[in-house]
C-alpha cells in the first residue's frame, strides 16, 4: 500500500507500531512520530534485511500466487506472471500476506461545474496545478 500512495503520506499511528514483527525502528524519533513515506519503505527495506538474516527469501515481483497445496512438509506454489507465464515454486514455507486489496475512490461525480473533487490517489494537491486552491502552510 505505501508504494502507491502519493507522496507526501503519513502514518496515522505512530511509527513504532507499524513494523514486520518486532523489528524495531532505527529512526531515533519520539514514539508519537508519524513517519513519512519514504521513512516507511526505508524501514521495510530494513525489516527485510533483518529477515533475510533468519531464513532465505526469494523474491518473485510481477508474479502472482494462484493456488498452493500442502504435501507432506513441503509447499508446491502454482504462480503466474503478470505476462501469462507460469511457474511451479516448492518451498519448505509460505507466507501469504497479500493484503486487503483495497482500490482507491475516484474523485466524486458532480453535477455541478463549479465543484471540482479531487483525491489525492488522482490529482496531486499539494503539488499539482491545483495546489492554488489549497491554502496551505509550507
Same mark, same amino acid.
Given at each position: 500500500? @505505501?508504494?502507491?500512495?502519493y507522496? =507526501?503520506? /503519513?502514518?496515522?499511528?505512530?511509527?513504532?507500531?507499524?513494523t %514486520?514483527?518486532?523489528?524495531?525502528? @532505527?529512526l531515533?524519533?519520539?514514539?508519537?512520530y508519524? %513517519? @513519512?513515506k519514504?521513512?516507511?519503505?526505508?524501514?521495510?527495506?530494513?525489516?527485510?534485511e533483518i529477515?533475510?538474516q /533468519?531464513?532465505?527469501?526469494?523474491? =518473485?515481483?510481477?508474479?502472482?500466487?494462484?493456488?498452493h497445496?500442502?504435501?507432506?512438509?513441503?509447499m /508446491?506454489?502454482n504462480?503466474?506472471s503478470?505476462?501469462?507465464?507460469?511457474?511451479?515454486?516448492? %518451498?519448505?514455507?509460505?507466507?501469504? %500476506?497479500?493484503?486487503?486489496?483495497?482500490?482507491?475512490?475516484?474523485?466524486?461525480?458532480?453535477s455541478?461545474?463549479?465543484?471540482?473533487?479531487?483525491s489525492?490517489?488522482?490529482?496531486?494537491?499539494?503539488?499539482?496545478?491545483?495546489?492554488?486552491?489549497?491554502?496551505?502552510?509550507?
Open positions: 500500500m @505505501t508504494f502507491d500512495t507522496a =507526501y503520506v /503519513r502514518l496515522h499511528q505512530p511509527h513504532g507500531l507499524f %514486520a514483527g518486532n523489528i524495531k525502528w @532505527t531515533g524519533e519520539d514514539r508519537s508519524l %513517519a @513519512t519514504d521513512e516507511v519503505l526505508a524501514h521495510f527495506e530494513h525489516c527485510l529477515v533475510e /533468519r531464513v532465505q527469501v526469494e523474491e =518473485y515481483f510481477g508474479w502472482a500466487l494462484e493456488s497445496v500442502e504435501s507432506g512438509n513441503i /508446491r506454489l504462480c503466474k503478470s505476462d501469462g507465464r507460469l511457474m511451479i515454486i516448492e %518451498a519448505k514455507r509460505l507466507i501469504k %500476506a497479500s493484503g486487503f486489496g483495497i482500490v482507491p475512490n475516484g474523485p466524486l461525480e458532480l455541478s461545474t463549479r465543484v471540482v473533487s479531487v489525492p490517489d488522482f490529482c496531486d494537491i499539494v503539488d499539482g496545478e491545483r495546489s492554488r486552491w489549497i491554502p496551505l502552510t509550507r
